[in-house]
């Protein structure tokens, strides 16, 4: 009966906390930017959802962009959308996800080749960033991401993948797909453990795994022919033995029962890879 009674008289509290003395109700005028709708609506919205970590505590409302974040965001959208530039850089635009309008602006007009998202609050990526064919460079660093997309593997033109300070605890399998890659650093996450498909990877130049939870790597690195540099500082490693990119291939190697051969060996196929292909001459010729 008590829990009965304490809904109705619940309700005639919220009655007499928005209907003022004598009756009328008092409707404040509708914002006119869209920031300010945001705050009015959290203003007089959120105070009467609970949080369910405890009772008595208020939700917290989502955190709108800065001013000088949201002015950053608007200046990177125009320049995507009308600028023949082919980086774009949505960097320190405090963004919690990435817009579809982003995503869009990015495909039109030149595409991008390079995106800086670098210093937001990112916690994961949308499956249509798989959309951005022509993409070489994705700059994720100082984010919260805790997970990658399987649509990633479809970046299949990407050279340089930066996942630095972020809180991933696994890599997708779909990474094995990035055939082109040839910078990967994923330092200072959470990962215990790095995917086999590493080493199909067999373009990679440079692989950064500092500061991570890694207790070994997998022997199918051992293919990655033309790795020149490998950095495993801050891991309790124990396989391969922690040493120079040298002496940690070479160890790699001889687990797996293959020869080493160093990585210099294999330079020109990896650059030749990854040219651009020649122009083809009769749309050289009508240019001129």
């Not at 998202?117 to 994720?140: C, I, M």
Request: charged share 20%; with cysteine; glycine share 6%.
């Amino acid at each position: 009966l008590g829990a009965a009674a304490a809904v109705p008289a619940t309700t005639e509290r919220l009655r007499r906390v928005r209907r003022p003395r004598g009756g009328h109700t008092h409707t404040p005028p509708a914002p006119a930017s869209p920031e300010e709708r945001f705050r009015f609506w959290a203003h007089t919205t959120m105070p009467f959802f609970k949080s369910k970590h405890g009772k008595g505590k208020e939700a917290t409302s989502p955190r709108p962009p800065s001013k000088a974040a949201a002015k950053r965001y608007q200046n990177a959208l125009w320049q995507a959308e009308n600028s023949p530039a082919k980086q774009v850089d949505f960097s320190s635009c405090d963004l919690a996800d990435v817009p579809a309008e982003a995503i869009g602006a990015c495909r039109m007009g030149t595409p991008a080749q390079a995106i800086l998202l670098h210093d937001n609050r990112l916690a994961s990526l949308p499956p249509q960033v798989g959309s951005l064919s022509t993409l070489r460079v994705l700059d994720l660093h100082n984010n919260e991401l805790k997970r990658l997309p399987e649509e990633i593997g479809l970046l299949a033109k990407l050279q340089v993948l930066n996942l630095e300070r972020n809180k991933l605890a696994s890599l997708p399998e779909a990474i094995g797909k990035l055939l082109g890659l040839q910078t990967l650093n994923v330092c200072g996450n959470r990962l215990s453990a790095l995917p086999n498909v590493l080493g199909k990877l067999v373009q990679l130049r440079t692989l950064a795994v500092d500061d991570n939870q890694l207790v070994a790597l997998p022997l199918e690195l051992h293919a990655l022919k033309a790795l020149e540099s490998l950095t495993v500082t801050g891991n309790p490693l124990t396989v391969p033995t922690p040493g120079t990119t040298l002496a940690m291939m070479q160890e790699l190697c001889s687990l797996a029962g293959v020869p080493y051969e160093p990585a210099a060996a294999h330079a020109l196929p990896v650059l030749d890879a990854s040219a651009p292909a020649p122009e083809d001459p009769l749309l050289a010729r009508r240019r001129k």
